[in-house]
């Protein structure tokens, strides 16, 4: 068995427009809140279009620049959208991404939902584009470990497209639980990620929960919330985990749900995972 670490942070429209002390603030949290993981999901990445190019991260070559500085080397590993196709505020092309270490090595990126309307949007189906989750395929000790990053459909506070972004949602989840069937990966470490925006007990959630999955969020005890919702503490982020991780431990570093924080860089809190990684 090898000792495994990991966490799931969403940076809240986190790019090259992000004031410095932010930046820091974030590095600083990596470094000192979560311990330097082998791996993080980032969600809400962004960067400002230029052309019709994809859009690259600027942002990553700064953050691993600052980690550096740390005395921590990491890569950064993402799939660069095209211009406005993943939702979010205008011209900040937000995505998921992946920042990791050695001895981790990462062996294929792809993307999920490409061709599905719940996350490239559609019409007829009254969809709008979101996220893909990206899935990296990363080898630590030997063992090949799947993470699927996702940063679902965001939650409406308007009641007429509420209901709707509920919908795409839960659809957004059942394409994901399909995939990991298809391809057989909960043969393998696998791990779920991300910004779910929905309960535990929700639809969403469930349908990959149900599947074969523990959460990281359940061996905790006390202040189970990553964000405020409506200024009720409520948890939208998740680590869900297969059988091939073992003594399990979770925590939620909660810096950023607290707006007095002066290390505050984000609107969620982070959340960890350390156990062991066991083959099968």
């Known amino acids: ?43 809400e990445i962004g960067a400002a279009a230029m052309g019709d190019e994809p859009v690259k991260a600027l942002v990553a070559d700064t953050i691993i620049q600052k980690l550096a500085a740390h005395q921590w080397t990491y890569h950064y590993a993402d799939i660069a959208p095209m211009p406005e196709t993943t939702g979010g505020a205008e011209n900040m092309n937000i995505r998921c991404g992946f920042l990791y270490r050695a001895p981790v090595e990462l062996r294929s990126l792809q993307q999920i939902g490409t061709d599905s309307p719940f996350f490239i949007g559609s019409d007829e189906l009254d969809c709008v584009a979101s996220r893909l989750p990206l899935v990296g395929e990363f080898v630590y000790q030997n063992d090949v470990i799947y993470i699927i990053n996702c940063h679902l459909k965001s939650m409406s506070l308007k009641n007429q497209t509420k209901k709707q972004a509920k919908k795409q949602r839960n659809q957004q989840s059942k394409v994901v639980a399909e995939f990991i069937e298809a391809h057989d990966l909960k043969a393998h470490p696998l791990i779920i990620a991300g910004d779910m925006n929905d309960t535990f007990n929700s639809k969403t959630v469930q349908a990959i929960a149900k599947i074969g999955f523990e959460s990281v969020h359940a061996q905790l005890k006390y202040q189970i919330y990553t964000y405020k919702y409506q200024k009720k503490p409520i948890l939208l982020d998740y680590i869900l985990y297969n059988e091939h991780f073992t003594d399990v431990e979770g925590a939620i570093a909660h810096i950023n749900t607290d707006p007095m924080n002066e290390r505050r860089y984000s609107d969620h809190d982070p959340i960890l995972m350390t156990g062991q990684l066991c083959s099968k």
């Not at 670490?5 to 820091?24: H, K, P, Q, T, V």
């Open 1 to 43: 068995m090898s000792e495994f670490s990991f966490a799931s942070i969403n940076a809240a429209n986190l790019g090259e427009w992000s004031d410095e002390s932010r930046i820091d603030a974030f590095v600083t949290s990596m470094v000192t809140d979560l311990g330097a993981p082998l791996i993080i999901a980032i969600q």
